[in-house]
């Protein structure tokens, strides 16, 4: 069972707005830190931004700040991107992630995951 499933990618215009959401239906605890990664072509995979178990702490890379909002819901099992504001290099594939630690903080480093999603494409046209 894939652990983690995202949705809500698609194609939207620089400008516009999408909301990723990620069910962790194949995990057995609904308190692991989140994260959001993407990865463009050609590109490393990169933070994007990250949340702890309880939604009390977000943390975003500098690129994203002030655009884009993480948050989750414990007893849905599923963590959300809002994403505003959205530009021609925000486009890629973004996948969600899960540090199998429960009642831990978030982090922005891809070596702390243990879970992965397997990502929704999001294509912003100019």
């Known amino acids: 069972q894939v652990p983690l499933v995202e949705s809500g990618g698609g194609l939207v215009q620089a400008g516009g707005s999408l909301r990723l959401s990620c069910i962790a239906s194949?995990?057995?605890?609904?308190?692991?830190?989140m994260g959001w990664f993407r990865q463009a072509p050609g590109k490393e995979r990169e933070f994007v931004a990250a949340i702890n178990w309880s939604g009390a702490s977000t943390y975003y890379a500098d690129s994203v700040k002030g655009r884009f909002t993480i948050s989750r819901d414990n007893a849905k099992k599923t963590a959300y991107l809002q994403m505003n504001s959205l530009k021609s290099e925000d486009t890629a594939v973004y996948f969600c992630a899960a540090v199998a630690s429960p009642y831990g903080s978030g982090s922005g480093r891809i070596s702390d995951y243990d879970y992965w999603g397997q990502g929704t494409q999001v294509t912003v046209s100019t």
């Open positions: 194949g995990l057995t605890s609904s308190r692991y830190p």
